[in-house]
């Protein structure tokens, strides 16, 4: 039994068809209750059920729901994100907060209300969806200052919550083609290799979840600017700055 968040595209979708291609019962979670209601009929094992993760009585009730017709937990994907803009001052404050809002406090709300459940679901996982940007401080702000946070999180909750039986697993994805990040400055350099698909990240989820890793960036090669970033800052400083920007728009 599987939740997944942000199931009504991109990574969240690819992830909610390989778990339910697993024989796994998924509840997709989102706001756009078209997609979901169709990835549902599609897919018999896929429940639909629509909440957004910045309201706390959405996150509750959908755990609530979970509990009262499934009566377990074994793995919550907080996978609902966005990518924000860029940070220049005043007129940016809300869209970095709002950032924050979404791809931290979200993934806190869900495992609030998830908790209990999953602690009596033992063995379960928790995958927090994190990103590349959330070890490297590039990209927007707002977005990688959200990522860090949700890392920072992950390590700390994961390891008071291993003794209850629950494994926090971080994914951090690079640059993957999907409709929030659509990667159009990136696809349009020497660098555009370097993009991946859902269906790479989708396959990570249910590695880790399989081996209980605590931690996999994806793909596996960002490992090593994270290194760098840490024992050689002013090199790593030099290379950043010559990254193409995820914009994070939706154009
Ligand atoms: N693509 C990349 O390059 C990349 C790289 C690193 C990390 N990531 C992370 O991967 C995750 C998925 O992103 P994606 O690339 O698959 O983008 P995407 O296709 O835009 O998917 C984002 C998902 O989040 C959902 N969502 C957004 N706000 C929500 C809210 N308030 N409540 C509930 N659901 C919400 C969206 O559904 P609704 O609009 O229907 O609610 C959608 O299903 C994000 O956390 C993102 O930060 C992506």
New binding site residues.
């Given amino acids: 039994m599987a939740v997944v ?9 690819a992830t909610t068809r390989r778990l339910a291609a697993l024989g796994m019962t998924v509840v997709a ?4 209750e078209q ?1 979901l209601t169709a990835l549902a009929t599609e897919l018999p094992n896929v429940v639909a059920h629509v ?4 309201d706390t009585d959405q996150v509750d009730a959908l755990a609530d729901r979970v509990r009262r017709e499934f009566g377990a937990c074994h793995v919550l994907v907080n ?5 924000g803009g860029p940070f220049r001052g005043r007129d940016d404050l809300d869209d970095a907060l709002r950032t924050l809002d ?2 931290t406090a ?1 993934p806190i709300r869900c495992m609030a209300a998830f908790a209990s459940l999953l602690e009596e679901s033992a063995p379960s996982r928790v995958v927090n ?5 959330g070890k490297l401080g590039i990209g927007p702000a707002g977005y990688a200052a959200s ?1 860090f946070a949700l890392v920072g999180f992950s390590e700390a909750v994961g390891l008071s919550w291993a003794s209850r039986g629950v494994t926090v697993c971080q994914l ?10 659509p ?1 159009s400055q990136v696809k349009r350099t020497p660098a555009r290799r370097i993009v991946g698909r ?1 269906e790479d990240v989708a396959r990570a989820v249910h590695e880790v979840i399989r081996s209980g890793r605590t931690e996999r960036t994806v793909p596996s090669f960002y490992r090593a600017l994270v290194v760098l970033r840490h024992v050689a800052t002013p090199v790593y400083r030099a290379i950043a700055s010559r990254i193409p920007r ?1 914009s994070g728009s939706r154009d």
């Avoid at 968040?5 to 979708?13: F, L, P, Q, R």
């Avoid at 979670?29 to 756009?32: L, S």
């Avoid at 969806?129 to 940007?133: C, F, K, L, N, R």
Wanted: proline share 4%; aromatic share 4%.
């Fill in positions: 968040t942000g199931a009504s595209s991109g990574i969240g979708e979670v989102a706001r756009r997609r909440a957004d993760v910045t996978n609902a994100g966005v990518g979404v791809n979200g969806i994190g990103s590349v940007a990522k951090n994805p690079g640059f993957i083609d999907t409709e929030g990040f990667q859902p995820a």
